[in-house]
Structures are given as C-alpha cells and as structure tokens.
C-alpha cells in the first residue's frame, strides 16, 4: 500500500446498520491501495476496520447485506432470549472465527503494519477506554463486541470484570486523539450528513433504562449528543486546517442503527464508494 510523507489515520464512527457506509469507503481504499497508518474503529466501524486491515474486500458488505438479515443476527426474538438485539457472539464469533462462515484473516490482519485503535466506554465509571491489537488474538474478538455493544439493545460485554458498551457514547469521533497520536491528515468517517446536529431525545429513555446498573454510562449517554456534536466541530475546524477530511452520506437512505432495507444498505454502500474518491489527493496534499 502506497504512503505518503504525512502521518495517516482513518477514524470510522460505526453506527449499526448506517456503518455499511465506511465499508464502502474502507473497499474502495482497499481497490486503490490506500494504506493508513493508525485506523480508528468505534462500534461496527471497528468491524469494518478489522476487515480492511485483513484487506478482505467486500467482507463487511455481506454482513450487512447478507447476514445481517438473518435473525440470529438480529431480532427480537434475540432480545428475548439473549439479552442482545443483535447477537455479537454470532457476528464476531460464530461467522468470523476461523471455522466460521466468513473467518477474518487474522494473520492478514496482524501483519498490517496499521495501528488499529478500538474504542469502548467503561460502563463502571463511563470512561473511554482504547484497546489496541494487542488485545486481540486468533478466535478472540471481544473488543469489538465492547466497542459494539448498544446500551440496552446489547447487554455490556465483560473483559477483565469490567463492563464496557459501545464506544459511542464515549468517544464518538476520537480526532483529537488521532491528532495527539501525530497524525497530520486524518479521513473521518461519519454515517450521518456532517451538518445534522445529533438530537438528546433518542438517548433519553434507553439512559433511563441503563441508569438502574449503570449510572455513569448513563450520564455518558444522556449527553452523547453533545459530545458527538462538539467533536463534528473540532473535526471541521481541524478541516479548514487541512488536517482533516470529513466523509458522510447526504441521506440516511431510510436507514437507522438497528434498522434497514437491502435497498438502503445498498444505496449507503455506493455513498460511502463514492465518497472515498477524495481520500488519494487529500493524503497527498
């Protein structure tokens, strides 16, 4: 993969079914022999970034377009039985183990030279926490469970007796520590349109629920939005600088982080694709 002079980092925010968004841009950097040198991964972003860092293009497509139909994947009746919407031991376990339907190349992607960033919130006292490679290993992919786990939708996944959730409501948009990591030109992800502010009022009755056992998660969550909002500004001012890159679809497509159309998958999919046009000639800039 070809670098520049500069220090390169991708941070991809996830955000359920809209991330299929980064996996179009993550393929087309994978077709054009895009390399970064620090990939940051929140959520599902931290899938579709262990799948481009395996450089196994179309991987993260066909979860989203394929089993991500199914209901051992999704469903109610998951939520029912398992305490998990969307079951993570079945999409980061069952189908991406090495026995599994479509195993991640683990040697592939512990050979990238790439840092990979992964990040959780702490549901003990609501701090971010960064995972690194080096809590991953062959058959093991418990940090992106954590950093995938949606407060009340997923129960928090435990490493090391502490529970973590998704990394969103902590560090939605981790640029400032891309930019204390010493990157000079960072390509940032979002899966909503850049210029929609991020609303309080959805977070509100899931932080209600999460409050009984996890009281500072909760607070995380209750100002998710203002985190989210504040760190979409420090990405655009870091962008008048030239430091940064802003990618983000124009529309949802009908889409939201737990539910979708094979048409609007699609359609996000091509956004993304398209998008990643711009990503050669700003690293070189």
Known sequence: ?????????????????????????????????????????????????????????????????????????????????????????YVYGTLSNSDGENPLDYAAFSDNPATFTVVAANGEDGSSRYFD???????????????????????????????????????????????????????????RPVDVAREQQRDVAPARILKRHHPAAAERLLNRYRTYNDEVALARRYEQEGKVLILSPESLYGLSTMSKTFEGLERMYRAGYAQAARIREFLDS
């Not at 196994?56 to 939520?79: D, I, L, P, V």
């Not at 529970?163 to 899966?191: H, K, M, W």
């Open 133 to 191: 490679k080096s809590d991953m290993r062959q058959d093991d992919y418990t940090i992106l469970k954590a950093s995938s786990a949606v407060p009340v939708a997923c129960q928090p996944v435990v490493i090391d007796d502490v529970p973590y959730f998704d990394g969103g409501i902590a560090d939605p948009i981790p640029v400032q520590r891309a930019i204390d990591d010493g990157c000079d030109r960072i390509v940032v992800v979002l899966t």
């Open 1 to 89: 993969m070809t670098h520049t002079a500069h220090t390169t980092g991708i941070i991809d925010v996830g955000g359920g079914f809209r991330a299929i968004f980064g996996a179009g841009v993550e393929d087309r950097c994978l077709e054009e022999d895009v390399g970064f040198d620090h990939c940051y991964g929140i959520s599902a972003g931290s899938a579709n970034l262990a799948s481009y860092l395996a450089r196994q293009q179309g991987r993260a497509h066909t979860f989203y377009t394929q089993y991500a139909f199914r209901k051992e994947y999704a469903s109610m009746e998951n939520y029912i039985t398992k305490r998990n919407f969307c079951d993570l031991d």
